[in-house]
Nanobody
Framework: QVQVVESGGDSVQPGMSLRLSCVASGTIFGLSAMGWYRQESGKQRELVAM???????TYADSVKGRFTISKDNAKNTVNLQLNSLKPEDTAVYYC?????????WGQGTSVTVSS
């Protein structure tokens, strides 16, 4: 059974930084990608950033140049560095693990950006 646990969410002021972390545990075969999505209240969940098993990264246009995704294959962890945060970055951030055609999700960690 795969468990995905996020951490690092907080309430910060605009311009500040946060680092989100995600750990995937359990027996994981064929892990192909890990990523971060976010969901604002009343809106659909959207991709923020993703990193594939070969290190290829994908970012939403809205976060390019501000957010950086990284991973540790040996520990099945993925991190998201969030810099220059804006109020519109406020959302619940979810970690996603893709493996053998399955998607595994964490419970989410809340990021609030407000002055």
């Amino acid at each position: 059974q795969v468990q995905v646990v996020e951490s690092g969410g907080d309430s910060v002021q605009p311009g500040m930084s946060l680092r989100l972390s995600c750990v995937a545990s359990g027996t994981i075969f064929g892990l192909s990608a890990m990523g971060w999505y976010r969901q604002e209240s009343g809106k659909q969940r959207e991709l923020v950033a993703m990193i594939s098993s070969d290190g290829t990264t994908t970012y939403a246009d809205s976060v390019k140049g501000r957010f950086t995704i990284s991973k540790d294959n040996a520990k099945n962890t993925v991190n998201l560095q969030l810099n220059s945060l804006k109020p519109e970055d406020t959302a619940v951030y979810y970690c996603n693990v893709e493996a053998m055609g399955y998607d595994y999700w964490g419970q989410g960690t809340s990021v609030t950006v407000s002055s």
